[in-house]
């Protein structure tokens, strides 16, 4: 069940900044005992216990846990000591329980025919456009400065540097071929097709450098915002319920390619060659196959009560933390920290 369905509301008002880590609390003590060579499985048990409770803590609206429990769910997420991967992803997964039990409740929810389901999921992907939101209309339709355009590019490769990463995990919960080869089929794009130069991570890259942007991201200086936001996508990816994985990357594919045209045309306005403009170009103008490719494989669950409620519950959690993620970008562009 729902414990609440303010999980946007809760957070983004009086988080402390990624930039100033908390001291170690008992759970970030409990979890470095429980990755340590040759540790028992009671520390394993015990780190759990401590990170659920601060999980719980944090979605219940205190700040400063919620800050935590991300930054700790970020370092489980991302690639360390191989020794200790199986300990970090049983972690997490435990963690992604508490995230279900707090997700969006929905009240006006109910099943529809797939086609009107599609058609409701459309309706509100385009409803939650970023298109309209006050950072976009500064950068797309007003004259920014230089420093403003690297925020807004540093932090777009903090986010998607790694999006063949979401791809290649979620491949892995199809057991057809058939099924799994949508997403195989995108990451062959991603990855360059037959030009590893063009590998989309490799062209995004270039952006960076022509910006003097550098590409070694430090997370933990992170805020916690864009940290729930990297943390979402790689939950619902590697969530056991593919529902929350589809919803997610059909979610980012239906409005990639409007928004690296104006990505696109931004960088054509300021005089950007053509060379580092290439990721944005690509992206901002190739036709909608992906989508419709993925929708015809979400189809085949969309005919369940359950699997429709999920696909909404991640739909409305990713825009929510969009959202959040994206009003604190645009106070750090105002100059306007909250520290
Ligand atoms: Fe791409």
Redesign the pocket.
């Known amino acids: 069940m729902n414990e609440t369905s303010t999980f946007r509301d809760t957070q983004h008002a009086n988080i402390p900044s990624g930039h100033a880590m908390p001291a170690p609390d008992q759970a970030s003590i409990l979890l470095a005992e429980a990755l340590k060579p040759g540790a028992a499985s009671s520390r394993t048990a015990l780190a759990a216990d401590a990170l659920l409770a601060l999980t719980q803590k944090g979605l219940e609206g205190d700040a400063a846990a919620y800050a935590q429990y991300q930054s700790i769910l970020l370092d489980l997420h991302l690639p360390g000591e191989p020794r200790t991967e199986p300990t970090r992803r049983w972690l997490a997964s435990q963690i992604y329980q508490v995230e279900d039990r707090f997700a969006p409740a929905l009240p006006d929810f109910r099943v529809l025919p797939v086609d009107e389901f599609r058609a409701k999921v459309d309706a509100e992907i385009a409803s939650r456009t970023r298109v309209r939101h006050p950072m976009s209309l500064h950068l797309f339709q007003g004259a920014p400065p230089l420093r403003d355009v690297r925020l807004f590019l540093r932090h777009h490769w903090n986010r998607?540097y790694n999006?063949?990463s979401l791809l290649a995990e979620l491949a892995f919960r199809f057991e057809a071929i058939h099924d799994a080869s949508v997403f195989y089929r995108n990451l062959y794009?991603?990855a360059g097709a037959e030009t590893p130069e063009r590998a989309?991570p490799t062209l995004l890259a270039q952006l960076m450098a022509y910006f003097d942007i550098p590409l070694r991201v430090d997370f933990a200086a992170l805020d916690p915002l864009e940290k729930a936001y990297i943390n979402n996508r790689i939950r619902c990816v590697r969530h056991t319920d593919v529902a929350w994985g589809l919803s997610l990357v059909y979610a980012v594919e239906s409005v990639?390619c409007v928004n690296h045209l104006r990505i696109y045309e931004l960088l054509q306005r300021m005089g950007v060659p053509e060379g580092p403009c290439e990721?944005h170009r690509?992206?901002g103008t190739q036709d909608e196959i992906d989508t419709e490719e993925m929708w015809e494989l979400i189809a085949k669950f969309a005919h369940d009560e359950s699997f429709q409620r999920t696909f909404m519950q991640s739909l409305t959690r990713h825009f929510d933390i969009n959202r959040a993620y994206f009003d604190m970008l645009w106070r750090q562009m105002q100059g306007q920290h909250i520290h």
């Open positions: 998607s999006f063949y794009g991603e989309h990639s990721f690509l992206h």
